[in-house]
């Protein structure tokens, strides 16, 4: 069974300061990959998904994650947090042999302080 | 350009209580999900539709039956509710072949308390 797991509950950064939310997934073939973010009393909206075409991918907002199959991570990262950026981030996995269905982290809660 | 729409947003019930959460979009989706959020566990998969007419059992179907009534509505029931049942639940769709497949839009969310 594929799974992933996203290291930190609650990530806190200074405005500005560099933000990194880790994600490991358990896979012996290269999944395909998400991050979604989630504001306050909201559903889900995707950030960005891996899909083997580059290892680096560019998402909304700043946001990028890059594809390391030898660590079997998909770290999400931002140069610059802003105070927008506080909300709960979901890493997700999925494979064309388990029906396509995505497989979701725990989630981390990023608070961004000022 | 309402996507996926939930009803209804908050629903208390007391245990033993029967309701159904309905889910509709309008985005000519051919599958369609429910998941649970519960704190510290992410989204877990209740039931999906891969398509109309079809249906399967998710992680944890366990005291839920959903009904994929047409391509736009695919509704989720509770019929004895618990109180292990208290949850946000999610309606998502997706549409598209290979990764665009796995692209969800995902409703507002219902949150359920069951007493």
């Known amino acids: 069974a594929q799974s992933v797991t996203q290291l930190g509950s609650h990530v806190s950064v200074s405005e500005g300061a560099l933000v990194l939310l880790r994600c490991n997934y358990s896979?012996?073939?290269?999944?395909?990959l998400f991050w979604y973010v989630q504001y306050p009393n909201q559903g889900l909206q995707l950030l960005l998904k891996?899909?083997?075409?580059?290892?680096l991918v560019k998402g909304i907002n700043g946001f990028e994650a890059e594809f390391k199959k030898s660590e079997t991570s998909f770290h999400l990262t931002k140069p610059s947090a802003h105070m927008s950026d506080a909300a709960e981030y979901f890493c997700?996995?999925?494979?064309?042999?388990?029906?396509?269905?995505?497989?979701f982290g725990a989630g981390t809660i990023l608070r961004v302080k000022s | 350009n309402a996507g996926v729409t939930q009803t209804p947003k908050f629903q208390v019930l007391k245990t033993g209580q029967s309701m159904t959460l309905q889910c509709a979009q309008d985005?000519?989706?051919?599958?369609m999900y429910w998941y649970r959020q519960d704190p510290g566990m992410g989204l877990r998969l209740i039931y999906y539709?891969?398509?109309?007419?079809?249906?399967d059992k998710g992680e944890v179907p366990n005291g839920y039956n959903v009904s994929r009534l047409n391509k736009r509505e695919f509704s989720l029931r509770l019929e004895s509710a618990a109180p292990s049942q208290t949850s946000v639940y999610f309606c998502?769709?997706?549409?598209?072949?290979?990764?665009?497949?796995?692209?969800?839009?995902f409703g507002a969310g219902s949150r359920l308390t069951v007493l």
């Open positions: 997700a996995v999925s494979r064309m042999e388990y029906g396509n269905k995505l497989v």
């Open positions: 998502a769709s997706s549409g598209g072949q290979g990764t665009g497949a796995n692209v969800l839009t």
């Open positions: 539709s891969a398509s109309e007419g079809t249906t």
């Open positions: 891996y899909t083997s075409a580059a290892t």
């Open positions: 896979s012996s073939v290269p999944p395909y």
């Open positions: 985005m000519n989706h051919n599958s």
